[in-house]
């Protein structure tokens, strides 16, 4: 349904349960959906100022997905609005040595936001979930422990005043084989294409299997995950900038009181 509602804490996701073309009931051009999308970009921006001026609370985005579900095209099209001086956007790529000399949450937890500001994970702390459990890159006994230090992690920065977000671009395999035969046609996409995509295609049911679970156990009342239908990417787009537009309306940031007694100042 529109809009979209977290996943319960506790419960089991099934992805073959959420269709990734779903569409909210609208389609694609619609004047409600239009409008709607409208409405929420220009509430994130208005709110984001007031989050800023106010420095008490922050929001975290997290963006997670299979090659080519959209975490580039979301952050894009729908943060394109918010003002670059309150956001930082962080984004994952596979650890460096000094990285993997430490706890995984190490290199994420500098790029936290401030008070005040928003900050947005391309990919995250759930790579060491998902493509570490995939590929067998740390033992299980590792990765299984994870679970629940990630959200004790959340939880830390959640009590710390940190609004959280997760994101799940939830993509067809076809839809992802038509999105790769396009980055291959298509010469300004071709740059995104890495060696390897395609193997990591092979192993979608193990993707999805580690995604369900992290999405079963890592939804929580203070950090809850959301599927998002991504196969079309105006809906992704409505629903990814209404969760937060919602989520900054609900943090309602207010404007600090003057620092000084206006009455008393004259602008000579
Ligand atoms: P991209 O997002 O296309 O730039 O690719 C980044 C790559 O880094 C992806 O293949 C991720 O799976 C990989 N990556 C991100 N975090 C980790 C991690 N903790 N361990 C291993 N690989 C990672
Ligand atoms: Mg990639």
Redesign the pocket.
Known sequence: MFPPGPIQPGTQVRLCDHDPDFCGGYRKGDREARRQRAEDLQAMCDLQERLYAEGKQSLLIILQGL?TAGKDGTIRHVLRGLDVQGCAVT?????TAEELAHD?LWRVHPHVPAAGQIAVF??SHY??VL??RVHG?APESVWRRRYDQINAFEELLAASGTRILKFFLHISQEEQKRRLEKRLATPAKQWKI?A?DLPERRLWDDYLAAYEEALSRCSTAVAPWYVIPANHKWYRNLAVAHVIARTLREMDPQWPPPQVDLSQVVIE
Do not use: A, G, I
């Open positions: 090659d984004s994952f790529k596979v650890p995984f391309n990919r790579e060491d493509v570490v890159l890495s390897h």
